[in-house]
C-alpha cells in the first residue's frame, strides 16, 4: 500500500488546510483561513491592541487601526499562500463553505491549474 503524507497548515480548528501527497498526486483538501473580522479580533485579543499603553508604543492609533490590521491581515494570508507549491498541486478539494476564503487567491494569485472540487452542500452556501 503506497504512503500518503499530510501536512497541516491549518489557521485554527475552524478553518482547515492539508497539503496531501502520494507519489502519485498531490491535492489540497479546504482552504480555510478566517475572515478579516476574526482575525482582527483575535489579534486585539492575543496582543491587547486595545489598551493605550500598546497603542502607543506600537504606533497603533483608532485612526489607524483598521489599515494597520488589514496589511498584517493581507501579509499573513500572502504568506500561508506561499508556503505551498501549487504548482505541483493536481486538485483542490473543499468540503466545507467556511473552507473557500482562500480560493480566489489560490486561482488568480498561484500557478495552481488543476481541477476545483467543492461538495454539494458546500457549493450551495458558495453560490
Given at each position: ?79 500561508t499562500i506561499e508556503m505551498i ?43
Open positions: 500500500m503506497e504512503e500518503i503524507q499530510i501536512i497541516n497548515y491549518s489557521f485554527s480548528e475552524k478553518y482547515n488546510m492539508f497539503v496531501c501527497s502520494t507519489g502519485d498526486f498531490t491535492f489540497v483538501y479546504e482552504l480555510g483561513f478566517p475572515q478579516l473580522y476574526e482575525f482582527v479580533e483575535k489579534f486585539e485579543i492575543q496582543y491587547r491592541v486595545n489598551s493605550v499603553g500598546y497603542q502607543q508604543k506600537n504606533g497603533f492609533t483608532n485612526e489607524h487601526n483598521k489599515s494597520k490590521l488589514q496589511q498584517v491581515y493581507m501579509q499573513h494570508l500572502t504568506r507549491d501549487w504548482s505541483v498541486v493536481d486538485f483542490i478539494l473543499i468540503s466545507n463553505y467556511t473552507n473557500v476564503l482562500l480560493l480566489p487567491f489560490v486561482t488568480e494569485r498561484t500557478e495552481f491549474s488543476g481541477f476545483i472540487y467543492v461538495t454539494e452542500a458546500a457549493l450551495e452556501y458558495i453560490k
